[in-house]
């Protein structure tokens, strides 16, 4: 068994029911971002590396462990949020599959190597840094949903270093950002290849885009059918019940 700490519990892994996940209200706990990144994103079946900035508390990691047999990395700056990740490693029995580095995404090329890495994906914080009157109290939530150790530019230049030729670069954030995104990926040499947009539910503005690049790819975009959360009824959508659950 692992130790939990504070106010701590163990999940499952929604529809990985072979998978369990500690979890902190107060630290870290994944959204449906973190999922849906997973599901959306190209994964190497058999062999390969993968590499997850701003990992938290490794949940990215051990939803593609169950789609690929590759190696995967996973990266978080905020210690306790490695100290979390490094348990769940231990509690899912996958320490020959999943790793971390307790480390700043922007020394990861040069701790890593360049072209290293056949997919990279990342769940980075939305928000410009605030005012200090407007910041999270709670250090932890701030640091992952501000960008106060990082940018958009300075995540996606770490993609780009650490990704090899024709690997691929995933990534969600908000829609508002997507002009940033597409420019900052061909600024970068990450040509887009797929975007989706996701909403709350029909006649409701995208609140989420998840968006694929190629590292060193031809121009070809694909823009995905939407992906909607929920019924007008308040139900989840067929669609995110299966992403969720399972069929």
Request: proline share 6%; hydrophobic share 35%; glycine share 6%.
């Amino acid at each position: 068994m692992v130790e939990l700490h504070g106010d701590e519990r163990i999940d499952y892994l929604l529809a990985e029911e072979n998978l369990r996940i500690i979890q902190s209200t107060s630290v870290f706990a994944f959204s449906l971002d973190a999922v849906l990144l997973a599901k959306f994103t190209y994964v190497p079946i058999k062999r390969g590396n993968i590499l997850d900035l701003c990992t938290g508390n490794g949940v990215i990691p051990f939803f593609l462990s169950n789609r690929s047999r590759a190696t995967i990395t996973g990266v978080e700056l905020q210690e306790r949020l490695y100290d979390m990740a490094l348990r769940n490693t231990k509690l899912n029995e996958l320490e020959d599959q999943v790793h971390f580095i307790h480390g700043d995404l922007k020394d990861m090329p040069k701790t890593l190597g360049n072209g290293k890495f056949d997919l990279v994906t990342c769940n980075p914080p939305y928000f410009p840094t605030p005012k200090e009157d407007y910041k999270n109290e709670n250090e932890h939530l701030a640091i992952a949903r501000h960008e106060i150790y990082c940018t958009l530019e300075d995540v996606v230049w770490s993609c780009s270093r650490l990704t090899k030729s024709g690997g691929k670069v995933s990534m969600v954030h908000r829609p508002g950002r997507l002009p940033d995104l597409i420019t900052l990926f061909r600024k970068y040499q990450i040509e887009p290849k797929r975007i989706q947009l996701v909403y709350p539910k029909p006649g409701k503005e995208a609140n989420m885009v998840l968006i694929e690049g190629t590292r060193d790819g031809k121009p070809d975009l694909k823009v995905l059918p939407p992906l909607y959360i929920y019924q007008e009824n308040g139900l989840y959508s067929e669609e995110m019940r299966n992403i969720l659950y399972g069929n």
